[in-house]
Nanobody
């Protein structure tokens, strides 16, 4: 059973930075592409970023390009989301997920983290 545990959220002022982590444990049936989604209050969950197992393919939501960086350390079974120049509209619960990159997004989602809250004050 694969488990994902998100951490690193918090309250930050606009223009600040946070780094989210997602620790992966358990026995996986295959090598997963990994990514992050977020859900703001009253809105649907949206894709934010993903990186392939090999690290050779990285994709981002347009509004976070140049500000967010996704990385993964397969030896530590951990993925990260470095978020810089945060804006109030980035406020959301952030979830890591395991799946497969397809059609420019992370799909075929099989596992989710529990979520970590990021609040950006203006």
């Amino acid at each position: 059973q694969v488990q994902l545990v998100d951490s690193g959220g918090g309250l930050v002022q606009a223009g600040g930075s946070l780094r989210l982590s997602c620790a992966v444990s358990g026995r996986a049936s295959r090598n997963y592409d990994m990514g992050w989604f977020r859900q703001a209050p009253g809105k649907e969950r949206e894709f934010v970023a993903a990186k392939s197992w090999s690290g050779g393919n990285t994709i981002y939501l347009d509004s976070v390009k140049g500000r967010f960086t996704i990385s993964r350390d397969n030896a530590k079974n951990t993925i990260y989301l470095e978020m810089n120049d945060l804006k109030p509209e980035d406020t959301a619960v952030y979830y890591c997920a395991a799946g497969q990159i397809v059609g420019g997004r992370l799909g075929y989602l099989e596992h989710w983290g529990q979520g970590t809250l990021v609040t950006v004050s203006s």
